[in-house]
């Protein structure tokens, strides 16, 4: 089984942003880690802008992305190409994000703007492979080499 090949770890660093005497807001930074038979997914989240709760929705994403990839790996079995993955996470992490910001709110974009934006970083890991991903921003690291994510054109 996979799990007993790797171990995993995360941490986050405050930026200075978030502490005294600059404003003491909340750390954006969440996680999530899922493993399978034969597979890890373990994505880092980042909530977007400076609303109050970008935490929120950097922590239930990370959840949504891991469960919905995992998933999706497991339903497609491991000759699946990470495209057809990645696409078949997103529609179920945008599902569940769609039904929880219907179920907060009448008012979809607000509760999208105040709760739901964050970046993704990710990595699934099976016995044949690693495969990184990303929507948004960041830093990845493959075997020693870094790879930098953005900045991009507006800060999109």
């Given amino acids: 089984m996979i799990r007993e090949d790797f171990e995993i770890a995360w941490g986050s660093i405050i930026g200075r942003d978030h502490l005294r005497p600059f404003g003491w807001r909340n750390n954006q930074d969440s996680f999530a880690i899922r493993i399978g038979e034969d597979a890890i997914v373990a994505v880092v989240t980042d909530g977007c802008g400076s609303e109050s709760k970008s935490e929120v929705g950097a922590t239930i994403g990370a959840a949504l992305v891991a469960e ?14 990470l495209p057809m993955l990645l696409a078949g996470a997103r529609r179920r992490t945008l599902e569940h994000v769609r039904r929880l910001a219907n179920a907060m709110s009448q008012d979809f ?5 105040d709760h739901f934006l ?8 099976t016995p044949w492979s690693t495969m990184l991903f990303s929507v948004g921003d960041g830093v990845q690291f ?15």
């Fill in 68 to 81: 919905s990839l995992i998933g999706e790996y497991h339903g497609l079995g491991s000759n699946s190409e």
């Fill in 109 to 113: 974009k607000r509760v999208i703007y």
């Fill in 118 to 125: 964050f970046t993704v970083n990710g990595v699934l890991v």
């Fill in 142 to 156: 493959l075997n020693g080499e870094r790879i930098s994510l953005g900045p991009f054109e507006n800060n999109t």
